[in-house]
């Protein structure tokens, strides 16, 4: 259920989802990759193009690609950014050839890759050298507030298939520094991480609550799991959990982001990856 097939229902219900998050955390990682005019960029895992959206804004659609495993999402990438090319592609074989970009960023994608090592790995071979790879995942067991306090209700609901498909426990890489000893791993060197924090606005419960049923994402497939009597408690405790009225509420939200350069030279092996964090 933690799975990327989690993300097959509608482009809609995503962007109702977390994707309602996208647009903040595209600009924050963009901001902490210190991303200049001038360069080509590669979303990896592009979904419905939040991040490519905020690419295109500081480099023009022509320095922009996309890609996604997901036929749904980069259809609605294409209809959002008609002049940018997208493909659909999974992270750890993208259709580009080595050194094709000067960054290549990835927003809420390698902790659901089938091989993170292999795919960051792959991020590196389409990014020139001296170029950079960026990545960002939510903090799921700490202060990603939808995500925290739909799993503590759950928890009440269903106990054991709850704790069993928990993103705070069964999602890799995504306590804190987890990425950038994985970006050491497959070979980055000058990595720098920390934290990124953004916000979204919801009407009403029913505006935040409306996309679980869909199925989408991991949180969403476990709702749409339960018979209509659990998912009613479900509802309840998660409403509970976030003290929330009828009326406009704000959560915020913590992900946990990495930047790394890949090596101008193929004799700078990961033997340098042990060393510590660039300030």
Known sequence: ????????????????????????????????????????????????????????????????????????????????????????????????????????????????????????????????????????????????????AFWDAAREVDPERAAANDEGIVMPWCADGELAGLWRRAGLSEVRFGPLVVCSGYADFEDLWSPFPTGVAPSGAFCKSLDDERRAALRDAYRRRLAVDDGPFELTARAWAVVGAVRASASEDVAQSVEGDTP
């Open 1 to 148: 259920m933690s799975g990327a097939e989690t993300f097959r229902a509608s482009a809609d219900a995503y962007d109702r989802h977390v994707g309602r998050y996208g647009a903040q955390l595209a600009s924050a990682l963009i901001g902490f990759s210190r991303i200049e005019p001038g360069v080509r960029a590669l979303d990896v895992g592009c979904g419905t193009g939040a991040l490519t959206a905020a690419l295109v804004e500081r480099l023009g659609a022509a320095n922009v690609s996309g890609a996604d495993p997901s036929e749904v999402f980069v259809e609605a990438c294409r209809r959002r950014l008609p002049a940018v090319e997208v493909v659909v592609a999974g992270g750890e074989a993208l259709a580009f050839g080595d050194g094709a970009f000067d960054v290549v960023l990835s927003q809420l994608v390698v902790n659901f890759m089938a091989d993170a090592e292999g795919g960051v790995r792959e991020m590196a071979r389409v990014t020139r050298p001296g170029g950079h790879v960026a990545s960002c995942v939510w903090d799921y067991a700490g202060e990603m507030t939808l995500l925290r």
